[in-house]
T-cell receptor, first 112, second 115 residues
Framework: AQKVTQAQTEISVVEKEDVTLDCVYE???????LFWYKQPPSGELVFLIR??????QNEISGRYSWNFQKSTSSFNFTITASQVVDSAVYFC?????????FGSGTKLNVKP | GAGVSQTPSNKVTEKGKYVELRCDPI?????LYWYRQSLGQGPEFLIY????????DSGLPNDRFFAVRPEGSVSTLKIQRTERGDSAVYLC?????????????FGEGSRLTVL
């Protein structure tokens, strides 16, 4: 069975703090993809990143970075120097065989 | 259009009524997905189309739910005899690559409220 767990329901930080959003997944498939999506208050989910199961290289994009560790089935997302505009719900997702499985999301509140 | 378009954005109906939700995907995207999102939850898979055919409808909760995509572009999600538990945001997404490797482009959703 496929499952994505985001244990942090809600996180509040003050602007400029670093914050890490946790994601743990379960799958028996050897080939799969992991994603992070952002859902701002407007409601539209926005794609942030995709990693395949064979590529464990960490990735950095501006203030965003992702740490993929197969050994612990985790795909964590770190925002450095958070900004108020980062406030949103963030979803981690796992895809396999044309289905995407989403976690329950982590609501991030960045206060000025 | 530039993005995935969903109509209506809001729909309020009474228990037992029939509703249709429409999704207009990004032009050229062969894969189309419907998801349902309840408050405080992540999107829950309903159905996936590859072209005109429903490649996977295993997420549809029961036979009151049905979706079509007759010409391989616009899709309609149909809900018969609506129940209060059907209240949720229904999200549509499309993908260029049509495989589970692809980035999904989401619409803003149709919020359904069943009274």
């Amino acid at each position: 069975a496929q499952k994505v767990t985001q244990a942090q329901t809600e996180i509040s930080v003050v602007e400029k703090e670093d914050v890490t959003l946790d994601c743990v997944y379960e799958t028996r498939d050897t080939t799969y993809y992991l994603f992070w999506y952002k859902q701002p208050p407007s409601g539209e989910l926005v794609f942030l990143i995709r990693r395949n199961s064979f590529d464990e290289q960490n990735e950095i994009s501006g203030r965003y970075s992702w740490n993929f560790q197969k050994s612990t089935s985790s795909f964590n997302f770190t925002i450095t120097a958070s900004q108020v505009v980062d406030s949103a719900v963030y979803f981690c997702a796992l895809s396999s065989f044309n289905k995407f499985y989403f976690g329950s999301g982590t609501k991030l509140n960045v206060k000025p | 259009g530039a993005g995935v378009s969903q109509t209506p954005s809001n729909k309020v109906t009474e228990k037992g009524k029939y509703v249709e939700l429409r999704c207009d995907p990004i032009s050229g995207h062969t894969a189309l997905y419907w998801y349902r999102q309840s408050l405080g939850q992540g999107p829950e898979f309903l159905i996936y189309f590859q072209g005109t055919g429903a490649a996977d409808d295993s997420g549809l909760p029961n036979d009151r739910f049905f979706a079509v995509r007759p010409e391989g572009s616009v899709s309609t999600l149909k809900i018969q005899r609506t129940e209060r538990g059907d209240s949720a945001v229904y999200l549509c997404a499309s993908s260029r690559e049509g495989l589970h490797t692809g980035e999904l482009f989401f619409g803003e959703g149709s919020r359904l409220t069943v009274l």
